[in-house]
């Protein structure tokens, strides 16, 4: 049983330790004085990981639990299992009222798991959830309050110069309306803006993943640092992912937003696409497409450049897709919402379903299960109607070797894969 550092202040320790034994008035009392995110110098525990790692049964070699004891955690108190239905129910009240005052719902201890990582691991289903929900609505809430930022820029920006508005270069693009294919853009080059990812893969920036070098190797695509752009691994998401966007079906216009290593565009040149544009960002993808033939295919329109100069030129054009599919790389979510949210309702057919890379927190289980809980509601605020199917992983991806050998690190940690299929509300 882990004592408390010897320089935890005084109302730190208090704080833990009512935490730790459930201790609710106690609790109400110190949260007036002290806030819930307090951490241990030692384990790095917070009121909220000793709540829930309180539960551990006492007979649980696992070093991960042992080793972690919450502070003055009464002894052997589940080895007969009496009480533990209230213990339960003492632990989710505790949970719910640190929550209630601000506690944070993802904050790492020294073994770099949350509080939601600790209770997934015990198999406390109750206080997982619950602190998957606290998740879903501090990232809904942080979500919304950026966009309340980027209004109020603007509204700072109408007060200065006017702002020239400079049209896209001419090119084909910009001819006919069609669902045809059309040549290529060599005009659309690749810039981006600086942002964070939050991606499936990597955490990296938009601007200098653009101009990084690539590795291609055989069952990967890497950037300049070891982030792993694209796997062999995805294979078997992509095949399904096209199997149930296109129901086997041929002749369809598909828009693919991102090639990597080409995976999902062979899978649907397979179906015979009566018109297939891919955009891609990265010049040296875009030469590699080049070398390997994709721009001389009849059906196929390469589109070089970022999805966010491409698609505004398609939709000026009119252009509709059956079938889409959106995988990039280095790209925040606020990014990909604005790609549904702004472009995908003005680009998808009334009839079409599309579909994405869902990797968004894919490196934690808890971040995965918030961030599909999030995606969701955004998408259904966005018009769509959104049917998950579940996919096992291969094992080797929950392993630290092998597999991920030469990789920076690890972007997929979880125990399922959801494959998202959208669709617009009825």
Not at 33 to 55: E, G, M, N, R, W
Not at 78 to 99: P, S
């Amino acid at each position: 049983m882990a004592d408390l550092a010897p320089d935890t202040d005084i109302a730190t320790q208090q704080l833990l330790l009512a935490a730790a034994t459930h201790d609710l008035p106690q609790l109400r009392t110190l949260l007036r004085s002290t806030p819930p995110s307090v951490q241990d110098p030692d384990t790095a525990y917070t009121p909220l990981h000793c709540a829930i790692v309180a539960l551990a049964p006492d007979d649980d070699d696992d070093d991960n639990t042992n080793s972690n004891r919450p502070p003055h955690e009464p002894p052997h108190k589940h080895e007969h299992g009496h009480g533990q239905q209230q213990e339960m129910q003492a632990a989710t009240e505790t949970v719910r009222l640190l929550l209630q005052h601000g506690a944070i719902w993802n904050d790492v201890d020294a073994k770099d798991e949350t509080p939601g990582c600790i209770a997934h691991r015990l198999g406390l289903k109750e206080l997982y959830e619950i602190m998957v929900d606290a998740g879903v609505r501090a990232e809904m809430l942080l979500n919304r309050l950026d966009g309340y930022e980027e209004l109020d820029d603007d509204d700072h920006e109408e007060t200065g110069p006017p702002v020239a508005v400079v049209p896209a270069p001419a090119s084909h693009e910009n001819g006919p309306t069609d669902d045809g294919p059309q040549p290529t853009d060599a005009s659309a080059t690749a810039t981006a803006t600086a942002i964070a990812s939050q991606s499936s893969r990597g955490q990296t920036h938009g601007s200098p993943y653009l101009r990084s070098p690539l590795t291609f190797g055989r069952d990967r695509i890497l950037d300049a640092e070891g982030n792993a752009v694209m796997m062999a691994w995805e294979t078997s998401i992509m095949q399904r992912s096209v199997a149930r966007l296109t129901g086997q079906r041929h002749g369809l216009r598909v828009l693919n937003v991102g090639h990597g290593m080409g995976i999902i565009d062979q899978h649907f040149q397979a179906g015979a696409p009566r018109a297939h544009h891919i955009v891609e960002a990265h010049p040296a993808v875009v030469a590699r497409m080049t070398e390997a033939g994709w721009g001389a295919k009849a059906n196929v329109v390469l589109h070089p450049g970022r999805w966010q100069d491409v698609l505004p030129r398609l939709v000026q054009r009119n252009v509709r897709f059956d079938v889409v599919y959106f995988d990039t790389f280095a790209e925040d979510y606020h990014a990909f919402r604005d790609f549904f949210t702004e472009w995908l309702v003005a680009l998808l057919d009334a009839r079409g379903a599309w579909s994405f890379f869902h990797g968004l927190g894919a490196d934690r289980q808890i971040c995965y299960d918030v961030y599909t809980k999030v995606v969701e509601m955004d998408l259904l605020e966005a018009g769509f109607d959104t049917e998950w199917e579940t996919i096992a992983v291969p094992d080797e991806m929950m392993q630290p070797q092998g597999l991920w050998d030469g990789v920076k690190r690890p972007y997929w940690k979880s125990e399922k894969y959801r494959l998202p299929i959208c669709t617009f509300i009825e």
